[in-house]
């Protein structure tokens, strides 16, 4: 009984006891058990983690689709040295879009109802080369959009926002500022009419239920900004970069700028975010470990009912390593097999999670994923394959684990003891 470690005779044994497992009621109930316990947790964690994925992933790309990827405000922003300072901005490596804009918050008065808005003005030219908007217009067009004097009053807007107000493509909607005239009475709102040239969806309710587009100019005559804007919106190759390229969007801006990025607007939000996510893997990972330890119970029942085996077994030469690695292998397997199940299992889920969240709601008649609750219209899955690796190491180590125990004490059974009665 000199056989090499883990040799075939060591596996094929293991094997033996493993499938011998269904004419023992109680290891076999345990050892299925175990199995579908770690098939279950294996499968959710891989589910929770790539919805977690999805969801930053989809929410990231359209607040920096929507949004810019860094800021440039100050006293560069009026007249000749915004024009000067965003040439020199755009000759920054990595830059790929800049644009002058205008944001403020309005009234926005419907035939059904009042909402309060987010107004951002554009040049027509920023606006088209806006991808996330320009390309998502669900009517209408941008046809006309800040060219003449009819095309100076139209304006773009969400489709939840145009639900909610009740209007279309064509139709006139007045818009009130709080920020008007200075009077003898105090400072007076202002109130114009403008026509809807488009309605937009860009698949995040807080975009489309709050921002409407108009033409730079028409923004900077309604807020009363003269020829100045609120800010110089910066975008890059790679949103990531911001942090690197920051002293050189500074340096470019001038030294009146104050420059800040999306991180730093968007901080808390995100750090939130993270924070949940190594939560959840964390709680995930102890239930995967919680599964696991239930190979033990049924790897104890399974070496009480092979005394016998391991008395002759010993008798006739094999070492306790022998006997340690058989039952070691024997109960692994049981977590091995339900760590690959639970792998196919949460990827078939991830594949499909569009298809299963509609017959979800379907069959129920509720609404799995409140696009007002949670800012996407869609459940989101995204599979991080090196993630998925990881959850399966952590699976496999842990049944490795949780039958050191029982092999040790199979190990450490004396053969006189275990056939003295047989």
Sequence with gaps: MSAAPFSLWERSLAGRYLCGIRRDGGVALISIISFIGVMLAVAVLIIVMSVMNGFRSELLGRMLGFNAHLYVEGP???????????????????????????????????????????????????????????????????????????????????????????????????????????????????????????????????????????????????????????????????????????????????????????????????????????????ILMLIVAIAALNIISGLIMLVKSKGKDIGILRTIGAGRGVIMRVFMMSGASVGVLGTLAGVIIGVLFCQYITEIQKFVEWATGTQVFNADVYFLTRL?????????????????????????????????????????YE
């Design 380 to 420: 989101p899955a995204k599979i991080d394959w090196n993630e998925v690796a990881g959850i399966c190491g952590l699976s496999i180590l842990m049944s490795f684990v949780a039958t050191l125990l029982p092999s040790w004490w199979a190990s450490r059974l004396d053969p006189v003891e275990a056939l003295r």
């Design 76 to 282: 560069v922003l009026t007249g000749a040295n915004r024009e000067n300072a965003a040439e020199r901005l755009r000759s920054v490596p990595g830059v790929i879009y800049v644009a002058s804009a205008v944001e403020a918050q309005a009234m926005a008065v419907g035939p059904q109802q009042i909402s309060g808005t987010v107004v951002r003005g554009v040049n027509p030219s920023d606006l088209a080369a806006l991808k996330i908007v320009s390309g998502n217009i669900q009517a209408g067009s941008l046809i006309g959009f800040g060219e003449g004097e009819d095309g100076g009053n139209l304006i773009l807007l969400g489709d939840r926002l145009a639900r909610t107000l009740g209007v279309g493509v064509g139709d006139a909607l007045s818009l009130i500022s709080p920020a008007g005239a200075a009077t003898a009475f105090g400072a007076a709102t202002r109130q114009k009419d403008y026509i809807i040239g488009g309605i937009f969806s860009v698949g995040m309710s807080q975009y489309d239920s709050t921002y409407i587009y108009m033409p730079l100019t028409q923004a900077q005559l309604f807020f009363g900004r003269g020829d100045s804007a609120d800010a110089i919106e910066v975008r890059l190759e790679n949103p990531d970069d911001a942090k690197g390229l920051k002293p050189a969007i500074e340096k470019a801006a001038g030294s009146l700028a104050i420059v800040s990025d999306w991180t730093d607007r968007n901080a808390a939000f995100f750090g939130a975010l993270e924070v949940e996510r190594n939560t959840m893997r964390l």
